[in-house]
């Protein structure tokens, strides 16, 4: 898709992106899209930036606009290489195949015994992160 292309070039040619959100983010899969391609966030602190993006190392989480200020002149200190690496461990579809896969056997499960269904075997697939 022509969007979807113009998107990530957008993303890959940006020193950074700033997500100075005031809503508290569930997942925040914007952020995530700019680590994919080794582009640093640069997001408030709270919600799901708190664990996907990683303090001074695939961007900034700030406060107040000092904070900001400081991560946007900050940068250029960031490892693209070491960003985008990340992101692949822990959002590409290889690795979230396997947690979809496992959560929607776990729904699975509640139409029998649910929490309390024993299985053969543990598939720990889904824990897989490749950092």
């Not at 040619?13 to 640093?40: C, D, I, N, S, W």
């Not at 693209?80 to 896969?101: E, F, G």
């Amino acid at each position: 898709c022509k969007i979807g292309q113009e998107k990530i070039q957008l993303l890959q040619r940006a020193k950074a992106l700033f997500l100075p959100t005031m809503y508290v983010e569930p997942f925040g899969g914007t952020a995530a899209e700019a680590q994919l391609v080794g582009t640093p966030a640069i997001t408030t602190d709270f919600g799901a930036h708190t664990e996907n993006v990683e303090q001074g190392k695939t961007g900034y989480r700030c406060r107040t606009m000092n904070e900001f200020v400081h991560a946007a002149k900050s940068v250029d200190t960031l490892n693209p290489v070491y960003i985008r690496n990340r992101a692949v461990s822990l959002w590409s579809m290889d690795i979230i195949k396997w947690r979809y896969d496992h959560f929607f056997k776990q729904l699975y499960d509640l139409w029998g015994e649910g929490f309390n269904k024993i299985h053969e075997t543990i598939d720990e697939r889904w824990l897989r992160n490749y950092k």
